[in-house]
Nanobody, 125 residues
Framework: QVQLVESGGGLVQAGGSLRLSCAAS????????MAWFRQAPGKEREFVAA????????YYGDSVKGRFTISRDNAKNTVVLQMNSLKPEDTAVYYC??????????????????WGQGTQVTVSS
């Protein structure tokens, strides 16, 4: 089992920044690929960003490329999503997710078997 706890969400004006953190506990963190997804009201869960177990390669959804950065610290069992130039359409609940290492870089939510409880991000115009 892997337990994931997100933090860092909140309310920010358009153009601002937020930094989301995900703290993992349980099994060996470095054995897992990590990702962030988001879900806005009435919409399907959307892939945001993913990072390989080593942190050596990252992947981003088209809507966040160039604005968001995912990183991980295996020594601290954390994964971070730095969000810059936020837009109202970024408003959603953001979820941290973990998948077995062979799913590194997957954009499919079904490949991730551990999820956090989510943190709300609201961007005002």
């Amino acid at each position: 089992q892997v337990q994931l706890v997100e933090s860092g969400g909140g309310l920010v004006q358009a153009g601002g920044s937020l930094r989301l953190s995900c703290a993992a506990s349980g099994r060996t963190f470095s054995n897992y690929a990590m990702a962030w997804f988001r879900q806005a009201p009435g919409k399907e869960r959307e892939f945001v960003a993913a990072i390989r177990w080593s942190g050596g390669r990252t992947y981003y959804g088209d809507s966040v490329k160039g604005r968001f950065t995912i990183s991980r610290d295996n020594a601290k069992n954390t994964v971070v999503l730095q969000m810059n130039s936020l837009k109202p359409e970024d408003t959603a609940v953001y979820y941290c997710a973990a998948a077995p290492v062979y799913y590194s870089g997957s954009v499919k939510s079904g490949d991730y078997n551990y999820w956090g409880q989510g943190t709300q991000v609201t961007v005002s115009s």
